[in-house]
């Protein structure tokens, strides 16, 4: 399968299981992050939602262009576009904490997928960005409004965004969006992490998220993310994407 669910105690962890594709996001990952979430919805003895990818290099490299490069208007990239963006909404606004565990590039639409849970803790190897500007489109999941909701500088999370670049692990602390740095295993990193918070009842958690989720509420975030999702998908009909997705693709041939 594309990924796997665990329930650890109380821990869900959810693992993108494409190392092959550096766990690049399909279809098949979308639903299972829709499956995650119901998951949790319906399941109170979960405490956290923990999202890492397999392996070392990649905790995820964004949408699979060898699957999405046949979306060509601007309705069928929006589509694909507003799907995710909704899945990740419903992450974002979950009522338990969430964690990217970051074990290697999130680059892209895995740069979206980490900047809407709660916490990022990254591995020091790691290289995180919003590389989508390389592709001539901007950020298509929400991932450019969460960032600017995370509490960065807003010169430092525009930055971020308009260089389309990776940063490395010091940079990401430095600017405040990886909250950790870890080395070694991402299994003691996490428990480290949430060490002091599994002692809290979990009904503390999720009062203290629901403060931040009214905000958003009378903010009209979704609103805000699905016009983000609209201008990206105008960007996705253009030539200049079309002609660097072509240049990508061959090239990673």
Known sequence: MAYKIENDNGVCIFTINREEKRNAVNDEVMNGLR???????ENKSISFL????????????????????????????????????????D????????????????????????TACDFRLVASHAKCGFIQGTLSITTGWGGGTYLFERGLRHDRALKMLVDAKSYD???LYEIGWAMRIFEGSK??????????????????????????????????MYERV???????????????????????????K
Not at 35 to 41: D, F, G, N, Q, R
Not at 227 to 247: G, P, T
């Open 187 to 220: 299994e003691q990193a996490l428990d480290e992490f949430i060490l002091e918070m599994r002692k809290i009842h979990p009904s503390v958690h999720q009062a203290y998220k629901e403060i931040e989720l009214r905000k958003w509420k009378e903010r009209n």
């Open 91 to 114: 992450l974002a606004t979950l009522r338990v904490p969430t964690i990217a565990l970051i074990n290697g590039a999130a680059v892209g639409g895995g740069c979206e997928i980490a």
């Open 226 to 252: 699905m016009e983000e999702i609209r201008l990206c998908a105008k960007l996705w009909e253009s030539d200049a994407h079309n002609e660097a997705v072509y240049r990508f693709l061959n090239k990673s």
């Open 35 to 41: 499956e995650v979430i119901s998951y949790i919805k």
């Open 169 to 171: 692990a010091n940079l």
């Open 50 to 89: 923990v999202i890492t990818g397999a392996g070392e290099k990649a905790f995820c490299s964004g949408g699979d262009l060898s699957e999405f490069h046949s979306l060509k208007t601007e309705e069928q990239a929006f589509s694909m576009l507003s799907k995710m963006g909704n899945i990740l909404y």
